[in-house]
Every structure is written in structure tokens, then in C-alpha cells.
T-cell receptor, first 115, second 114 residues
Framework: DAGVTQSPTHLIKTRGQQVTLRCSPK?????VSWYQQALGQGPQFIFQ???????QRGNFPDRFSGHQFPNYSSELNVNALLLGDSALYLC??????????????FGEGSWLTVV | AQKITQTQPGMFVQEKEAVTLDCTYD???????LFWYKQPSSGEMIFLIY??????QNATEGRYSLNFQKARKSANLVISASQLGDSAMYFC???????????FGPGTRLSVLP
């Protein structure tokens, strides 16, 4: 049973470019959340997708957008990259009906460096 | 709004000793969950232990236990019999019920000394 998979694992982009990160949730999960973790900090919530719709959003600008596909996989897109977007981007998968949240699984993340 | 405070940026512990990592929280949710995650250098967040706000007993998972003091809004992680493989970043997090997102603290870097 595959866990949460993210791609790519590492990438380098130039300021102003656009990037797409991908996440496949754990088998049986229907909800994907994205987090940004800057160096030396805890993860910050970006947004959550369920039934192909954005359900919740954290305090991130519109440059950050996402999508969820019918197979529950998800993409995170960041436009007009800034140096401050350099971070580890974590995907978390879960069941939307999971009230307690103790069946949430994280992927290993995508390390983005903006130069 | 929720906030997690971890006041120990770094901790050292001798192998086989016990260590306590501190966490205090602030939340307006009437029901919530408290979590501890381990993050090795690879980046993956590994779930360690969960405590529901309505649980009467402190949670335990193997060598991990959560010292939950609701009145003091603290949820400290206790690791017994530390192992070299426990060296990592540890994050305390809270989450309201019904699909809400995690709020993470800044983390504590634990180093286990041989």
C-alpha cells in the first residue's frame, strides 16, 4: 500500500518563474492538504482540497493555487516565484470524514529553491 | 485562532535517558486534537502520538507518552529510553475537529548523545 508520494523531490527555479508540485495521496484517502515549511520553521498551512474543490485556505497570496483531480491526486502551483518561496512543500493526505485527524499522513516533501 | 509554542529550540539527551519536550497551545476551539510529529533530515513528517482534548487519560505509544495538562494548556512529549535514531526535529501541532488544518509550533531539535 503506497503512502503519500510527492514529486519532484528537489528543484531549482529562477525568480519570476512558475512551478508545479504534485502529490498522490495514500490509497483510500480523499483529501489533500499542502503546507510550506521554510528553513528552521514549522510547516504553515496553504490550502486543502476535497472533492476537487478548495475547502480551506491559509494566509497565502493568490500566487499559490491548486487543483485536485478525480483520482484524488493534487497539484500545487506557484506563480511569479520569489526568493522567499524557497521552502520544503509538504503534502498531507487524509479522509475528510476523519474527525480526529490521527490518520493523516505526510509525504517526504518537495524541496524548492528559488535563485 | 490557534497558536503553538515550543520554547526549546534545541535539546540534548544521553542515550537511554528520558527527555521531555515542551509544548503549550492556545486555541478557541471547544474540541481539538494535539499531535506530535518527528521530522528527520529527509523531511517527512512522522506521526508519533495524538491526544484528544476530551480524553481523560494521557496518550501513550510505545516509548512516547504525552503529558496533557488541559488547565495549563500544555501537551509535553516524553520520550523514554532515548535512542540515537531519535535525533530529529520534533513538532507539536494542534487541529480543530472536522477537517481543519494543523497549526504547528516552531519545533525542537533533539540530539541524542552516545
Amino acid at each position: 500500500d503506497a503512502g503519500v508520494t510527492q514529486s519532484p523531490t528537489h528543484l531549482i527555479k529562477t525568480r519570476g518563474q512558475q512551478v508545479t508540485l504534485r502529490c498522490s495521496p495514500k490509497s483510500g484517502h480523499d483529501t489533500v492538504s499542502w503546507y510550506q515549511q521554510a528553513l528552521g520553521q514549522g510547516p504553515q498551512f496553504i490550502f486543502q482540497y476535497y472533492e476537487e474543490e478548495e475547502r480551506q485556505r491559509g494566509n497565502f497570496p493568490d500566487r499559490f493555487s491548486g487543483h485536485q483531480f478525480p483520482n484524488y491526486s493534487s497539484e500545487l502551483n506557484v506563480n511569479a516565484l520569489l526568493l522567499g518561496d524557497s521552502a520544503l512543500y509538504l503534502c498531507a493526505s487524509s479522509l475528510y470524514r476523519d474527525r480526529e485527524g490521527n490518520t493523516i499522513y505526510f509525504g517526504e516533501g518537495s524541496w524548492l529553491t528559488v535563485v | 485562532a490557534q497558536k503553538i509554542t515550543q520554547t526549546q529550540p534545541g535539546m540534548f539527551v544521553q542515550e537511554k535517558e528520558a527527555v521531555t519536550l515542551d509544548c503549550t497551545y492556545d486555541t478557541s476551539d471547544p474540541s481539538y486534537g494535539l499531535f506530535w510529529y518527528k521530522q528527520p533530515s529527509s523531511g517527512e513528517m512522522i506521526f508519533l502520538i495524538y491526544q484528544g482534548s476530551y480524553d481523560q487519560q494521557n496518550a501513550t505509544e510505545g516509548r512516547y507518552s504525552l503529558n496533557f495538562q488541559k488547565a495549563r494548556k500544555s501537551a509535553n512529549l516524553v520520550i523514554s529510553a532515548s535512542q540515537l535514531g531519535d535525533s530529529a526535529m520534533y513538532f507539536c501541532a494542534s487541529r480543530g475537529l472536522f477537517g481543519q488544518n494543523f497549526v504547528f509550533g516552531p519545533g525542537t531539535r533533539l540530539s541524542v548523545l552516545p
